[in-house]
């Protein structure tokens, strides 16, 4: 089993930045595919980005493609979301997610068997 925290989350202008992290606990990180998704008030939870074990293959959801990246240090057992030129409509709770089958697609929520608590991402206009 493993065990995920993010953080990094907080308030941001239209057109900022955030660089959200997500730690993750046990030894078998490398083997676990993650993502990122997120969940805006009232709305369902929605893909943002993810990325193969090995990192290196990553997929990325057609409203950040462009915008964000993500990437994943095996040794620190860390996986992070960069967000650029942020945008209102980019608030909301955001999750990562681990799949320690590595199955497909990356993009489906069903594919993780892991989750974190959330981290809140706030974008003013």
């Known amino acids: 089993q493993v065990q995920l925290v993010e953080s990094g989350g907080g308030l941001v202008q239209a057109g900022g930045s955030l660089r959200l992290s997500c730690a993750a606990s046990g030894r078998t990180f490398s083997s676990y595919a993650m993502g990122w998704f997120r969940q805006a008030p009232g709305k369902e939870r929605e893909f943002v980005a993810a990325?193969?074990?090995?990192?290196?293959?990553?997929t990325f959801g057609l409203s950040v493609k462009g915008r964000f990246t993500i990437s994943r240090d095996n040794v620190k057992n860390t996986f992070y979301l960069q967000m650029n030129s942020l945008k209102p409509e980019n608030t909301a709770v955001y999750y990562c997610a681990a799949d320690p089958l590595d199955r497909i697609p990356l993009w489906s929520p069903f594919s993780y068997d892991y989750w974190g608590q959330g981290t809140q991402g706030t974008v003013s206009s």
């Open positions: 990325i193969t074990r090995s990192g290196s293959s990553t």
